[in-house]
């Protein structure tokens, strides 16, 4: 549509049932997949399609949550005025005109959807275990990006901020016991799957990869074996950002369009941009000679921004 706030800000309750929407329809195909393939090594990879835009989710999912009790994120009225201009109105509340009673909506149809995308997750787990298959897969659960609801007035994703470069990492691998239920606050990249799956599946991976192995942190969440201690993050809107344990550095049109460093031991929330303070600027030099390095060593190339 031509107003796309029609579609990223729509909440609907369904009165279908679970198997006539996209996601009940993709565990049913990796259902009869698994049913097909049980007697047989086989990759599976299932993509579920909420909580997408537009929220919508069967209405026995509504009906788990009260609207009147959805809390929207806290965030300081003024918090985007330190932040570069390219992105200071990019789907913002404002912008699109969401209202408090709006915005209880929003959460509640978020996470109406995220319940129903669990219940399509739990029909696959469930398939394992009935075909047998359950002590001899490895089960992943992940997303390609996180999700605004409000934080930093803002919605959705293409921003650079925690809420919507972290995502879900849930990985099971039913013959390493030692670390079952054991969560790793290490950082931890998407690009590190290949090779960990090329491991543990007993392969050789190219050695042109640019993630590593998870095994060592899936043996044991706390081990010194792990140094990865930076993430790289790109945006369509133009921008690129690393984030390090203690730090965040982002810049947008490669440092022409504004730049921002955040504090994460002391502002997580990342409300206080320090990029224009002169008392962090060798930090920010640091950072920035940092991700040149990782953009280099990733084969980035974003002309297109220039």
């Known amino acids: ?56 989710a069967p209405s026995k999912y509504f009906d788990r949550y009260d609207r009147d009790t959805m809390v929207a994120p806290e965030v300081p009225k003024g918090d985007l005025d330190d932040v570069p201009k390219i992105i200071r109105n990019y789907k913002s509340i404002d912008r699109y005109g969401v209202t408090p009673e709006l915005h209880k909506g929003l959460i509640e149809a978020y996470y109406a959807s995220i319940s129903y995308m669990d219940e399509q997750v739990g029909r696959v787990l469930e398939a394992l275990d009935e075909l047998g298959l359950r002590e001899n897969t490895i089960v992943i659960f992940s997303s390609d990006h996180g999700y605004l609801l409000g934080h930093h007035h803002k919605f959705q994703k293409q921003h650079l901020f925690e809420e919507s470069t972290r995502v879900p990492f849930i990985l099971s691998v039913p013959w390493i016991t030692t670390s079952h239920g054991h969560a790793s606050n290490q950082i931890t990249e998407l690009v590190d799957l290949y090779p960990t799956l090329a491991e543990l599946a007993g392969l050789t ?61 002391n502002d997580p929330s990342e409300f206080n941009n320090l990029a224009k303070d002169p008392n962090y600027s060798d930090r920010l030099n640091q950072l920035k000679t940092r991700l040149k390095t990782k953009r280099k060593a990733a084969g980035y190339d974003a002309k297109r921004y220039k």
């Open 205 to 265: 991976p190219p050695s042109n990869l640019q993630g590593q192995s998870l095994l060592p942190l899936l043996k044991n969440p706390t081990t010194k074996e792990w140094n990865k201690d930076l993430a790289f993050s790109i945006s369509r809107s133009g921008g690129e950002s690393i984030r390090t344990p203690e730090w965040r550095f982002t810049h947008w049109g490669f440092g022409a369009k504004g730049e921002e460093l955040y504090d994460l031991k």
């Open 1 to 56: 549509p031509k107003d796309k706030s029609s579609q990223t800000f729509t909440g609907v309750e369904a009165s279908t049932g679970d198997l006539e929407h996209a996601d009940g329809m993709a565990a049913d195909a990796a259902i009869e997949f698994l049913k097909q393939n049980k007697d047989k090594p086989f990759f599976l990879g299932c993509g579920f399609v909420r909580p997408h835009v537009p929220l919508v």
